[in-house]
């Protein structure tokens, strides 16, 4: 399988459910680990890091992308971030079913992007399905926040530290809580 079929697959929203799907995921964590693990030993300067990330993601990252690792995924070639993003320490990221950070988006200590669900049923429980989360510009998402699959968050919205997004955030307001709801709108 080549990353390519994979991402139409995810695309799709097809469930991750054949050998050569798991393999291919299986092999591709791996990699990720790699890179990871070298990230993540050492003091790196942002030139380094931003190398480092380049190579996970499978293509330049923009010179104005700042992460502080510790960085974590599983993937790491399903990641997309615009101009001007900040990435604080310790984020994990799930990002086989795509994550997308616009412009100037700042993301939080310990935010968990999540792309992948299990189904209910326990005959299907072991199946995985992908969906992306899209974050739009200028994005804030405070410390300790989970974003689940196949969420889209608006431009300028802000998320409160420890919120569990399930649904989409509109742009311009902030939401707090678990599950996330919206507890201001925000002049602009």
């Known amino acids: 399988m080549t990353l390519e079929e994979f991402k139409e697959i995810v695309k799709a929203r ?20 790699k890179l990871t693990f070298r990230l993540n030993a050492a003091y790196r300067t942002p030139e380094e890091v931003r190398a480092l990330l380049s190579e996970l993601f499978g293509r330049p990252v923009p010179e104005t992308f700042r992460v502080f690792p510790p960085f974590y995924t599983d993937f790491g070639k399903n990641i997309e971030v615009g101009e001007g993003v900040f990435i604080n320490a310790c984020c994990h990221f799930q990002d086989h079913g795509g994550v997308t950070l616009g412009d100037g988006c700042q993301i939080g200590h310990n935010v968990v992007f999540a792309t992948l669900n299990h189904f209910l049923e326990p005959e299907k429980r072991k199946m995985t399905y992908p969906a992306p989360i899209v974050l739009g510009k ?17 431009d300028n919205a802000v ?11 509109s742009a311009d307001c902030v939401v707090a809580g678990v599950p996330a709801k919206v507890i201001k709108k925000i002049e602009v």
Request: no cysteine; glycine share 8%.
């Open 14 to 33: 097809r469930p991750l459910d054949t050998e050569e799907i798991h393999q291919f995921m299986d092999q591709m964590s791996n990699e990720a680990r």
């Open 138 to 154: 200028n994005v804030w998402v405070g410390s300790n926040v989970t974003i689940l699959q196949g969420v889209t968050i608006g």
């Open 159 to 169: 998320i409160a530290a420890g919120a569990v997004v399930t649904k989409d955030v």
